[in-house]
């Protein structure tokens, strides 16, 4: 399959009646150099699983084939899944999977997990990466489950387009504007890194906002030292809602008990962080010791 220049990609889109969806967050790379800059810069090699949400007209996808041992790709426009099976026919070493790549409480759904998984029973041993141009609207739960894949979900890495402002959030440091819930799980889960910003230009339609390229590499040193992730993801969900308050202020209103604040106090007064500190100022470090004191409720989340 031979790629073709970019107005052509964007006229075979607008041929078949293809019209992005705002509501999908679809905007359609189209910029040849960058696709392939994308793939080089994910490392993809022939022993490795690819998972790509949200194929779109296939163009990324084909390179990935190109390069990978097997490539799973996810779309959930009927009319783009058909367009790709169609474009992407010649590829012996893809799956198409027409589904939602997320179910219930940002995993990953059904579809998307067995196809994984009997991708990885193909190739035993092999690398799981993410490599994809992500729905705008659904890059932070997937980054989530990035994050906290497991079993035939488990990642390498991953190297992803998000807009710029939500790779703002990823990369975010305590006591700045962008510092919040997702900053925190992936730098506790995760080493991260911004690749390249990108502008409207190379999509299509353009969107009114510029774009990132973030990778991210989940980290089982980190994921160890994280301990319970659920009692993690609960505590920092609850400690953030209410950031720009004080600690303990915070931890009083979600009825933390008494005897876990003193233990908190202690861990954090190693840290030099004092009780009183606000929330969005805490070292991403104390969440942990935080949650590794407390015991929330799984309805505190």
């Known amino acids: 399959m031979q790629s073709v220049g970019n107005i052509a990609l964007?006229?075979?889109?607008?041929?078949?009646?293809?019209?992005?969806?705002?509501?999908?967050?679809?905007?359609?790379m189209i910029d040849r150099a960058m696709l392939d800059f994308i793939v080089k810069a994910s490392g993809v090699d022939a022993g490795d699983i690819v998972l790509e949400v949200g194929t779109g007209a296939g163009f990324l996808t084909e390179r990935l084939c190109q390069k990978a041992l097997w490539v799973v790709?996810?779309?959930?426009?009927?009319?783009?899944?058909?367009?790709?099976?169609?474009?992407?026919?010649?590829?012996?070493?893809?799956?198409?999977?027409?589904?939602d790549a997320l179910g219930a409480s940002h995993r990953w759904g059904a579809d998307v997990v067995q196809a994984v998984a009997a991708a990885r029973e193909r190739a035993s041993g092999a690398a799981l990466r993410l490599v994809a141009n992500l729905p705008y609207s659904a890059a932070t739960p997937i980054v989530q489950a990035v994050l906290e894949g497991e079993g035939a979900t488990e990642f390498a890495g991953a190297l992803f387009t998000c807009?710029?402002?939500?790779?703002g959030r990823l990369l975010a440091g305590p006591g700045t504007d962008a510092f919040g819930y997702i900053s925190v799980l992936s730098a506790l889960l995760a080493d991260r890194k911004l690749v390249k910003t990108l502008g409207p230009g190379v999509f299509w339609p353009k969107p009114k906002?510029?774009?990132?390229?973030?990778?991210?590499?989940?980290?089982?040193?980190?994921?160890?030292?994280?301990?319970?992730?659920?009692?993690?993801?609960?505590?920092?969900?609850?400690?953030?809602?209410?950031?720009?308050k004080r600690l303990i202020t915070v931890m009083k209103a979600a009825d933390i008990d008494d005897y876990d604040i003193?233990?908190?106090?202690?861990?954090?007064?190693?840290?030099?962080?004092?009780?009183?500190?606000?929330?969005?100022?805490?070292?991403?470090?104390?969440?942990?010791?935080?949650?590794?004191?407390?015991?929330?409720?799984?309805?505190?989340r």
């Open 209 to 244: 906002v510029d774009s990132a390229i973030v990778e991210i590499t989940p980290s089982a040193e980190k994921r160890a030292l994280a301990g319970d992730l659920q009692n993690l993801r609960r505590v920092v969900s609850v400690l953030l809602t209410q950031r720009r």
């Open 262 to 300: 003193i233990r908190v106090g202690e861990r954090l007064s190693l840290m030099g962080i004092p009780l009183e500190e606000r929330v969005f100022r805490l070292p991403v470090e104390a969440f942990r010791d935080i949650a590794g004191a407390v015991s929330m409720r799984p309805d505190s």
């Open 73 to 99: 790709s996810v779309e959930i426009d009927r009319g783009l899944y058909e367009l790709s099976l169609e474009r992407l026919a010649p590829f012996p070493n893809l799956t198409l999977v027409h589904a």
């Open 10 to 28: 964007a006229e075979e889109l607008r041929r078949r009646g293809i019209r992005p969806s705002r509501k999908l967050g679809q905007n359609f």
């Open 163 to 167: 807009q710029k402002e939500v790779a």
